[in-house]
């Protein structure tokens, strides 16, 4: 399928880049010229070929260098994956997911062969070729969620349900827009989410809870969210705050395109079939201002957006300092030409 | 938002008598591929044709959770029912084609528990041989405490006790064999989870003696699903779709919806789940709440309604549908 | 002194109740400081219940952070067990033996200050409990004990927000985000963008 990987860093040198193929299809957030907190959530049903929803769990040229990436973070601070200890099956159904999607989805990267619970894993990219028995942790070098989500892009939590909640117990978090998994293992629904400003008013966590208890095994559903990060940095996270948050004051006029990336959220959420509990994959998408805005129509729209953004929630989401800054750079790309509803770029 | 997940063609494999009242059924996949994974708890709906009528109740799933290759249910014959438990009996053979919806489980096990303690009467030992299964795969601790009307109604007891020894424990309503109850709940070391599955009395019963000896509300687990009540039939205005129904005697408001072609929104069809949960727009008269779902408060508004087992008596009722 | 009001927050934050007797095989009750008199008023409240109640209760009390001890008036009550500890760290092995020996059918009450209540509830979760079958009710001080998300260091009866880690240094601000497992509220760096601008430390909690 001609996937190549890039050898890039997302720290130190900040090598990461985006390809144009990337960038044309970068999960652009915005379907219209302003934004406010909702559900926002649709079946994740495969989508057009060449998109991120073209598959349940996308590869991209990322891959390999965000897999250096969280080796790295892990071995700084084993405490960003943990998973308590009522939670291994749903471990082992998310690696049998992860592993059935991947297998199916990208043959000529990753294989999987079973005979009963004698499971044999090939991960091509990354040169992995394991065999192990399925829902005997003795056979992995780690357990089930750590080991497969070392191999896939983006954060993973897993979800128990019991007493009509949903309670945070597991996770793998190392691409984050500020959140401590750490701090946060054991909460509840509302209040893992409770640090959000404007949305529990609005109804939002109400809503979104009720659905999510009653969401069912082969109808997984995805939403977005999205924020901004200095520098490509995958691990934002609030364990490193004073090592990044110094970046934040770094930002000028004549910086702000190659420094400033829309950072995008593909949440997917999936009911798991033998633990009943829910698995909800955070894969972060990051792109450069300066890539981002080669696209017309996203650069006019994503000015508005960011210029007419309530306080509020670009306080939360970190970048009220330097967002006259932003504003200004993304000017000179908003022609105040209407923008076409939906988020695809406009044809060339 | 749709929760919709697939449905599951399957095939009628084998039938089972397994006493005078229960028949066992297992279904495969007409296609052939193995079963979709499901958890100990889970149910699924079956869709019935019951000579035009469509019919969908939700089972238990009792089989093992790790057999993919097939789904068992049992079912107990109910003169009095309105007839999917009948058709179940009378019509369904091995090779018949029928509709499986998804598994959904609204009466999982606390993963957390130190111990499991499942009490079960009848029929609802159901859902409890398929989460024993999958305790024992997972090295969960359990103990059973089974009551049946008599030995000849006690079903799956001699299979239970082969596969699990002394963890289970049986009694006999014709032979005067009660479960000692506060003895049981005394004992329990803490992080204990009780689940409870039967008749409504056994359920009362042992929600309250729990509450009692001073169990938390959140370690006492039941499942219980309503059979839709037969009543009088009656006249609904659907507003969204703007149409007029009538529900019959032995019909539940929410089939009558589907039977006129509009669409709602469904998980167990028993009153529990919340899913099918409906704004009522006008109501002169007086709905019957039959649920488990809305809270008194919300029942005596008036303004929802659970069409899967609620009915109504009266001159109006318009629903947001 | 009654229960604290406090003023509403997110949805993290602990709330507290008011002590009240539930049916119970063995009522295990811990409190420091001016919790005392939250258990004074659960027994007096218990009425008729009160005699069975103490005839089976097993009380551990400790002074406040802020030096209140009302040992004596928790002595008088006449519970079947009675130990008064120094502190709660000296209390915590006792506390795990009494639960790791307790059947369902325990009652777990919790009076006094958030670090006690949120230490002893995830001994009791620990052991079984689910959090929300623990009753809690505050009483006294309402200094804070704070985690630092940086280093994961956990600073005592915080009085000031900010506040300097007593373990890396840093200044951090105090959120109400609160985590029962860890028992203790989240600090966050104050100056992480701006190093060195720390505003002054203001007396918040007392």
Not at chain 2, 32 to 52: C, K, L, N, R, Y
């Amino acid at each position: 399928m001609g996937l190549t990987f890039n050898t890039e860093t997302f720290r130190g040198d900040f090598t990461f880049h985006n390809s144009p193929a990337a960038i044309r299809r970068f999960p652009f957030p915005f379907d219209r010229d302003d934004y406010m907190y909702s559900v926002n959530m649709e079946p994740h049903v495969p989508g057009p070929k060449g998109t991120v929803f073209e598959h349940n769990f996308d590869v991209d040229e990322h891959y390999l260098s965000e897999m250096r990436d969280r080796a790295l973070v892990l071995a700084e601070d084993p405490l960003r994956c943990q998973s308590l200890p009522h939670m291994t099956l749903a471990g082992w159904d998310l690696l049998e997911l992860i592993m059935e999607s991947k297998a199916r989805d990208y043959p000529d990267l990753f294989e999987l062969h079973k005979n009963g619970n004698r499971w044999h894993w090939i991960n091509r990219p990354m040169q992995i070729d394991q065999s192990f028995t399925f829902l005997d942790e003795t056979t992995l070098p780690y357990g089930p969620m750590e080991y497969i989500t070392r191999q896939a892009q983006g954060d993973f939590t897993l979800q128990d349900q019991r007493d009509d909640n949903l309670w945070i117990e597991a996770g793998m978090v190392t691409t984050q827009a500020d959140w401590s998994l750490d701090f946060d293992i054991g909460m509840g629904f509302h209040e893992w989410h409770a640090p959000v400003p404007k949305a529990h008013e609005l109804g939002v966590f109400d809503r979104a809870l009720k659905f999510l208890l009653k969401l069912q095994h082969g109808a997984p559903v995805r939403r977005f969210n999205w924020t901004m990060t200095v520098d490509p940095l995958l691990d934002t996270s609030p364990e490193n705050y004073p090592v990044w948050g110094p970046t934040r004051a770094m930002i000028t006029p004549g910086n702000v395109g190659s420094r400033m990336h829309l950072r995008v959220e593909l949440q997917t959420l999936h009911r798991l079939p033998r633990s009943n509990a829910i698995a909800f994959p955070i894969r972060c998408y990051l792109i450069r201002f300066d890539e981002l805005v080669t696209i017309p129509k996203w650069g006019r729209r994503l000015h508005r957006v960011i210029r007419d953004l309530p306080v509020e929630l670009a306080t939360y989401k970190g970048f009220e300092r330097n967002r006259a800054t932003m504003v200004d750079y993304l000017a000179r790309f908003d022609d105040g030409a209407p923008t076409s509803p939906g988020w695809m770029p406009d044809p060339e | 938002m749709s929760v919709g997940a697939p449905k599951i063609p399957v095939t009628v494999a084998e039938v089972t008598e397994v006493n005078d009242l229960i028949k066992r059924f297992r279904f495969v996949r007409r296609d052939g591929g193995p079963m979709p994974p499901f958890s100990g708890g889970a149910h699924v709906v079956v869709e019935m044709d019951d000579h035009g009528t469509r019919r969908m109740n939700p089972y238990s799933l009792m089989g093992d959770p790790a057999d993919s290759t097939g789904y068992c249910i049992s079912v107990r014959r109910d003169e009095a029912g309105r007839g999917g438990s009948l058709y179940m009996h009378h019509h369904v053979r091995p090779g018949m084609q029928m509709v499986l919806g998804a598994p959904v489980n609204l009466f999982a096990l606390d993963a957390r528990a130190r111990e499991h303690l499942l009490i079960a009467g009848g029929i609802g030992i159901t859902p409890f041989i398929a989460q024993m299964a999958q305790l024992e795969a997972l090295g969960g601790r359990f103990e059973l405490h089974y009551a049946a009307r008599n030995r000849a109604l006690g079903a799956y007891m001699p299979a239970l006790r082969a596969a699990y020894g002394d963890r289970v424990h049986t009694y006999f309503d014709d032979e005067r064999q009660l479960i000692d109850l506060p003895a049981l709940l005394a004992g329990q070391p803490l992080g204990t989870h009780l689940y409870v599955c039967g008749p409504k009395g056994m359920i009362g019963w042992v929600r309250a003696s729990a509450e009692a000896a001073g169990w938390p509300r959140a370690t006492v687990h039941h499942e219980e699903f309503l059979a839709p009540p037969v009543g009088v039939p009656f006249t609904v205005d659907l507003a969204a779709s703007g149409k007029v129904i009538t529900v019959g005697a032995s019909q539940s408001l929410l089939e009558a919806i589907e039977a006129a072609g509009v669409e709602a929104p469904y998980l167990c069809r028993g009153g529990a789940c919340g899913q099918c949960e409906t704004a009522v727009l006008a109501c002169d008269g007086h709905i019957q709440h039959n649920d488990h779902w809305l809270t008194d408060d919300q029942k005596a508004s008036g303004t929802r309604i659970m069409p899967c087992v609620s009915r109504f008596e009266g001159r109006t009722l318009v629903l947001d549908r | 002194m009654t229960k604290t009001d406090f003023p509403p927050s997110i949805r993290s934050r602990p709330v507290y109740g008011e002590l009240a007797y539930r049916p119970g095989s063995l009522h295990l009750m811990v409190a420091d400081g001016e919790g005392a008199n939250a258990l004074v008023d659960l027994v007096a409240r218990a009425g008729a219940e009160a005699p069975g109640l103490l005839a089976r209760a097993h009380i551990i009390y400790m002074p406040g952070p802020n030096g209140t001890d009302l040992s004596a008036v928790v002595q008088a009550l006449g519970a079947a067990q009675f130990h008064r500890s120094p502190s709660y760290a000296s209390a915590e092995l006792r506390l795990r033996k009494v639960l790791a020996d307790a059947r369902m059918g325990l009652q777990v009450y919790l009076a006094g200050t958030e670090g006690l209540i949120g230490q002893a509830q995830r001994e009791a979760m620990a052991a079984g409990l689910p959090h929300d079958a623990v009753q809690t009710e505050h009483r006294g001080a309402t200094v804070r004990r704070v985690q630092c998300v940086h280093c994961k260091g956990i600073t005592e009866n915080v009085r000031t927000d900010p506040f300097v880690c007593a373990h890396c240094g840093l200044t951090l601000f105090v959120r109400d985000h609160y985590s029962r497992r860890l028992a203790a509220f989240q600090g966050v760096n104050i100056d992480a963008e701006d190093p060195g601008k720390v505003p002054p430390l203001v007396e918040r909690f007392t």
